[in-house]
């Protein structure tokens, strides 16, 4: 009955900025650590950030300084903030849910961590 659904995908140019949604019906959001995955054409998906319960604990990919993930408990959402968008992020973005009892740190990095998962939103950067 969980249901994650991504929004805010799009066409941008290199340097622009987007910023992806995902809503969460069903379960106790609250409870689930989130993150966000992508995965570009004939590659695996791959960990883009991940956040607490809270937002208080934060985890990005190496090399992902420009991107900011959060959440807002109350409109059971998580956001990515992309800026400086490069031609390399172009890629299906994935919200992900787990429901999470161990905390803040530690933050799963793991696609086999997650529990459930939103259908994709298309980010497209063209160069």
């Known amino acids: 009955q969980v249901q994650l659904v991504e929004s805010g995908g799009g066409l941008v140019q290199a340097g622009g900025s987007l910023r992806l949604s995902c809503v969460v019906s069903g379960g106790t959001f609250s409870l689930y650590a989130m993150a966000w995955f992508r995965q570009a054409p004939g590659e695996e998906r791959e960990f883009v950030a991940a956040?607490?319960?809270?937002?208080?604990?934060t985890n990005y990919a190496d090399s992902l300084g420009r991107f900011t993930i959060s959440r807002d408990n109350a409109k059971r959402t998580v956001f990515l903030q992309m800026n400086s968008l490069k031609a390399e992020d172009t890629a299906v973005y994935y919200c992900a849910a787990v429901p999470w009892i161990r905390g803040g740190t530690n933050l799963p990095r793991q696609t086999t961590a997650y529990a459930y998962w939103g259908q994709g939103t298309q980010v497209t950067v063209s160069s």
């Open positions: 956040i607490s319960r809270d937002g208080g604990y």
